[in-house]
């Protein structure tokens, strides 16, 4: 369908009004609130962190210099790197990883029994309980994970009170409370991909399958992990960019000794006033994590366009 014959149809579905008004509309939020912001971040990131006074005149030239100092950092030794701050980005993509296949492992049989067992007000109730604490704020959410897991709270007054500990165990220092907020934080975004994409699937085929003799493990690695592959992705790729870019929940969740990669682009945007080298530090996170979603797709062979179905 060429673009001509698509908006003379778009507009006699939607009227000239209220069609005009959507494409104002989406062309706003694409363009003003994503395109816009991303093409100045970038273009900071090519720039001397200059003075006020100092920008666009002689000196304000493109450069590399702050994406390879997230290589090299300050030192002028060849050889030598930033090894505090890339270990940190390590650290940070790996923890994404580690939270994005906590969330696939406990969303799936989650998703499942939603879409294939439960039905009518008890399959109401569960999906209720799960989106009626999200309406509390993602703050409060982290600082409640945070007295939860804390050396004086429910989980260490449980494990001492059954003799599991003889004393508290620091659960935020080791970064347990830390996994588990970022867990919880983006569970819905796993497990309601996964949910539209098992609800789906004809229970006639698990049937057939079972008839067959098939083990429920087999059944759901033949049948039903290869039809919700799709909603797989979609959540894990949601998981996991998120979990990479979140900011609170390792501020408030996270030990003295951790650090998140946000955090680091945090601290050159407000402590270190240096938006240059923030813009860059960002889009090294935002291209890494894009790369890395690719190349997932591209191993699983799915393709990008099942993930938005």
């Not at 920008?55 to 505090?84: I, R």
């Not at 790729?237 to 900011?247: E, H, K, P, R, S």
């Amino acid at each position: 369908m060429n673009p001509r014959s698509y908006f003379q149809r778009f507009f006699l579905r939607n009227g000239r009004t209220l069609g005009t008004f959507i494409l104002v509309a989406v062309a706003f939020w694409i363009f003003i609130m994503i395109l816009m912001p991303q093409i100045f971040m970038v273009d900071f990131s090519f720039r001397h962190a200059l003075p006020p006074a100092k920008v666009g005149g002689a000196e304000d030239v493109y450069t590399l210099e702050h994406y390879q100092y997230a290589v090299y950092g300050s030192a002028k030794a060849e050889g030598e790197y930033n090894t505090v701050d890339l270990k940190v980005f390590g650290r940070t993509l790996l923890a994404a990883i580690f939270v994005t296949l906590f969330d696939l492992a406990l969303c799936y049989p989650i998703a499942y029994y939603l879409a294939q067992v439960a039905s009518g007000g008890w399959g109401r109730l569960m999906v209720l309980s799960l989106i009626v604490p999200f309406w509390v704020n993602e703050i409060l959410r982290a600082f409640a994970f945070r007295i939860m897991f804390g050396t004086t709270g429910v989980i260490n007054s449980a494990l001492m009170a059954t003799g599991v500990l003889d004393e508290p165990y620091d659960f935020i220092r080791e970064d347990w409370a830390l996994y588990a907020g970022l867990g919880y934080a983006f569970i819905l975004l796993m497990i309601f991909p996964l949910y539209n994409a098992i609800e789906s699937l004809d229970k006639n085929q698990i049937e057939a399958a079972r008839d067959m003799g098939a083990s429920w493990l087999r059944i759901h690695f033949r049948v039903v992990v290869p039809f919700a592959k799709p909603g797989i992705s979609s959540g894990c790729t949601m998981v996991f960019m998120l979990t990479a870019g979140a900011l609170a929940a390792p501020q408030i969740l996270g030990g003295p000794s951790s650090l998140w990669f946000t955090q680091i682009v945090f601290q050159w945007f407000n402590q270190g006033n240096n938006w240059n080298r923030g813009s860059a530090y960002a889009l090294i996170l935002l291209a890494s994590t894009i790369v890395m979603v690719l190349i997932a797709m591209r191993i699983f062979k799915v393709k990008l366009g099942e993930t938005i179905r």
